[in-house]
């Protein structure tokens, strides 16, 4: 069995490939600047927003967020596993791909899995033949028949059938004990309670297993390589529960997967769209009316993952539920799901069906073709939806309505990333609501202001040692080079916040300046500097837009790795309770561990990062300047200066966090602080007198 491919190879490959000759061979490249554009493959679009830089040796979508380097590449548009894309790259260069020696752990892991995939798969094609055997198969092929399926479609997405009885599966692939308990690893096999309700031992002379799936169509579920890691099956008769899922398994994560993503995936280039449904038969019913972008959650409800999987795949994600009390409840949980990942160019729209019907009743009724329109027509989006949610049983021709329906929604919206979306979605409350948009922002900080101090008394109060977030001085290190290079990133020193009160926020997400030579619109995620310094903050110019201190301090990382040698200890940014801060030591830990590594092939090792969050963030920061000017233009900036102001604002900013948590705690109980705490606070009203 092939072991894993050594990190250095990787690195190695990825510093000799270029990555522009393997993307312009499958999508054609136009030079913009010192970049490479073209219209994205992995979403359908007119202007192009798919840019491939040559210098930092990566591409990025501003559309849908795609981005990776050469062997990402290959992953995302030849639909090749991460071992074979590594092949494939290395093939182009006549290179040979060495593999580790794995220990005896990683290798039992590996054969546990491989054994899994395997046996699932021999599962699913018991459950085919079966439904091919006419001895058994009637009733189902019947009830196939009656909801209107074609062999096609049923051969398609692998269907099958689980005949009545205990042990059928098992005579066939649990002839063994040992067999018997791959089956229950596996998700497919039960194993029998003794009277106490505890698991039977095993006997020589008796089976202590029985088959999950009995009676019932089957359904197998695939991962996004075509891999059958579980099943969900439908009963037959009338036993419950009607639908029945595999448990989770060491190859099944039912919060990672969606039902039918792959043969979505199989039927378009492109997904325009996916809908996403309520059950398997849904998915079924709308591929065999033509609709092929139909996908359903596996007994849950749909969470964050569900919405990051769909969006890697299309801009546009459509519910399509049952009108009924779990449906509205249902779509709910996907609208509040879905807020964090409500990117610019995303749309989520919402479709609730009359009670009654579902979209496997729907279209059999009235085609695929009207129900396409249905969606295009009926189809909310998610600003009407949400606000139409939230605003029942509430009367906002009332003060007390308008005031209920702005304590309600601006905490949601509050979760919208920032971009033109989030500003436009506080102006439509604004506007429902009578109340200004600086009110809609107090509420919001009052809100967390007061989870704040409910979580600050349920827990002892901090030692003043304590410091989240607090660096020491940076030690000098020599730049790249003399002058910043011609790619690089560039500005002055990173700005203050405005004032005690105001937040390390915003910043800007559009494409590099270099993406389009007209320049490029403003977003509100980068902020003109427009104030004047404090006494004690890091300089800055007016006229330019910044990323915050955090964010900033990443972005100086992907393009200056070597920055990393100015903090000797990444482990105190691991315990923020910000996460662009815990991120920032996860990069510097990255770092630490392998010096030397240049931007791409830090990115590179960025990208398998277990938070979401993080791996849409890097590419984002990564294609796009630092510091540029009011015109889109970039900046020249010395990374070892804005790195060294960074960490100031920090300290900064979290000593007057410290200070203000002292002064509330001097209000609500004054005797139980320290002669020191009250020298602090002595300090902090003098500073603000």
């Not at 979580?455 to 002892?460: E, F, H, K, W, Y």
């Not at 790795?561 to 923020?576: C, G, M, V, W, Y």
Request: with cysteine; proline share 7%; hydrophobic share 35%.
């Amino acid at each position: 069995m092939a072991g894993k491919i050594p990190q250095y190879f990787i690195d190695d490959l990825l510093a000799r490939a270029d990555i522009v000759p393997v993307v312009d061979s499958r999508v054609k490249l136009r030079k913009t600047g010192k970049n490479y554009s073209a219209c994205c493959p992995f979403h359908d679009e007119k202007t192009p927003s798919f840019t491939v830089s040559p210098d930092k040796q990566f591409y990025y979508c501003f559309g849908c967020g795609a981005s990776g380097n050469a062997v990402g590449f290959l992953m995302e548009y030849d639909r090749l596993p991460f071992p074979e894309a590594v092949e494939k790259l290395a093939a182009s260069l006549s290179l040979e791909v060495p593999r580790e020696k794995m220990d005896a752990g990683q290798l039992k892991r590996q054969q546990e899995s491989q054994s899994l995939y395997q046996l699932t798969e021999k599962a699913a094609e018991f459950y085919r033949e079966k439904l091919r055997d006419h001895k058994v198969s009637t009733p189902a092929i019947t009830y196939l028949k009656n909801r209107g399926l074609s062999g096609a479609i049923c051969k398609e997405f692998g269907i099958g059938l689980a005949p009545p009885g205990w042990d059928n599966l098992l005579n066939q692939l649990g002839t063994s004990s040992e067999k018997a308990a791959q089956l229950e690893l596996a998700g497919l096999a039960i194993r029998r309670q003794d009277s106490d309700g505890n698991a039977g031992k095993s006997e020589p002379a008796k089976r202590h297993h029985y088959d999950r799936f009995r009676n019932r169509i089957m359904f197998p579920i695939r991962d996004q390589r075509g891999r059958t890691i579980a099943f969900g099956g439908r009963v037959l008769g009338d036993d419950k529960p009607k639908y029945l899922n595999s448990p989770e398994t060491p190859i099944f994560h039912k919060s990672r997967e969606l039902y039918g993503l792959w043969e979505a995936r199989q039927a378009n280039r492109e997904l325009k769209r996916l809908i996403v449904v309520e059950g398997y038969m849904d998915v079924v019913a709308l591929a065999q009316f033509d609709i092929r972008c139909a996908v359903a959650t596996l007994g849950t409800a749909c969470g964050e993952d569900h919405i990051q999987l769909a969006f890697r795949h299309t801009q546009e994600v459509v519910f399509c539920f049952d009108g009924d009390k779990a449906g509205r409840t249902a779509a709910r949980r996907a609208l509040e799901a879905g807020l964090p990942h409500m990117q610019d160019g995303r749309s989520l729209r919402f479709l609730l069906l009359p009670e009654g019907e579902d979209p496997d009743t729907l279209v059999r009724q009235i085609g695929g073709e009207r129900f396409n329109q249905l969606i295009d027509e009926q189809g909310r989006p998610l600003e009407d939806f949400l606000f139409d949610l939230l605003g029942e049983g509430i009367n906002i021709q009332t003060m007390d309505g308008r005031a209920r329906l702005s304590k309600a929604a601006a905490p949601l919206l509050d979760r919208l990333p920032a971009g033109v979306y989030r500003q436009l979605m506080f102006q439509q409350l604004a506007r429902r609501t009578g109340l200004e948009q600086d009110m809609l922002e107090e509420i919001i900080a009052a809100e967390k202001a007061r989870s704040a101090e409910l979580a600050r008394q349920s827990q002892p109060a901090p030692q003043p040692a304590a410091k989240p977030g607090t660096t020491p001085a940076a030690k000098p290190v020599s730049a790249p080079s003399a002058a910043p290079v011609a790619n690089s990133p560039a500005g002055e020193a990173t700005p203050p916040p405005y004032g005690d009160e105001a937040p390390l926020a915003a910043t800007y997400d559009g494409p590099p300046p270099d993406y389009d030579e007209g320049g490029i619109p403003q977003d509100p995620q980068y902020y003109p500097e427009e104030t004047p310094a404090v006494q004690d903050g890091p300089r800055r110019r007016s006229g330019q837009y910044r990323l915050p201190a955090e964010r900033m301090l990443i972005a100086l990382l992907l393009h200056h790795p070597q920055l990393a040698e100015t903090i000797e200890d990444s482990s105190r940014f691991s315990a923020s309770n910000d996460s662009d801060l815990r991120l920032f030591g996860e990069i510097l830990q990255v770092l630490h561990k392998n010096p030397g590594l240049n931007s791409n092939q830090l990115f590179g090792r960025l990208l398998n990062l277990e938070s979401k969050e993080a791996r849409e963030l890097l590419p984002r920061l990564a294609m796009s300047h630092p510091i540029v000017g009011s015109q889109g233009q970039a900046m020249e900036y010395d990374p070892n200066t804005e790195f060294s102001d960074c960490l100031r604002t920090l300290d900064l900013a979290a000593e007057r966090e410290r200070k203000r948590g002292l002064l509330d705690q001097l209000k609500s109980n004054g005797n139980q602080l320290s002669a020191d705490q009250l020298a602090l606070l002595a300090q902090f009203r003098r500073k603000q007198d």
